[in-house]
């Protein structure tokens, strides 16, 4: 089966790189699979679990948002943050994600907090705390 190359790294090292079957993404346009020999493009990605294929398996990669090069020979993902299953503490991000949705509600009640909720970063934390629970194997409700 053909392959390409899949290198994603993060601002302070290389996450992973592996010949792939296919990449499948989250980008900020939509949803998109990348195969060997795809077209050449661009994207921004959202915070998300990457799904990487190879030869019948399925792993799953946490990236918190970033943007995609790629090339009929190579995908390159310069993620603003990205962690392989191992690396997860899943009860940090499941604490992570308990207080951004708490946050995100408390907001949207219109409940004082101190200090004043923002609501696009609390809803930043959630989309990547559900990516990094996401990736570990978690069902999220």
């Given at each position: 089966m053909a392959t390409i190359k899949?290198?994603?790294v993060s601002p302070d090292k290389v996450v992973y790189t592996a010949d792939i079957n296919m990449l499948i993404v989250r980008s900020t346009a939509g949803e998109l699979g990348i195969l060997p020999k795809h077209a050449p493009m661009v994207?921004?990605?959202i915070p998300h679990?990457?799904?990487v294929k190879i030869d019948g398996t399925e792993s799953l990669i946490a990236v918190a948002g970033g943007f995609?090069?790629?090339?009929?020979e190579k995908i390159t993902v310069l993620a603003s943050a990205a962690e392989l299953p191992v690396e997860i503490d899943v009860l940090r991000a499941q604490k992570a994600y308990d207080r951004a949705r708490e946050r995100l509600e408390a907001f949207k009640s219109g409940r004082q907090t101190d200090p004043p909720i923002d609501n696009k970063r609390a809803e930043i934390?959630?989309?990547r705390a559900m990516a990094r629970l996401r990736a570990c194997g978690k069902?999220?409700?």
């Open positions: 899949l290198e994603i994207t921004g990605l679990a990457m799904r995609m090069e790629v090339q009929p934390a959630l989309q069902s999220i409700e």
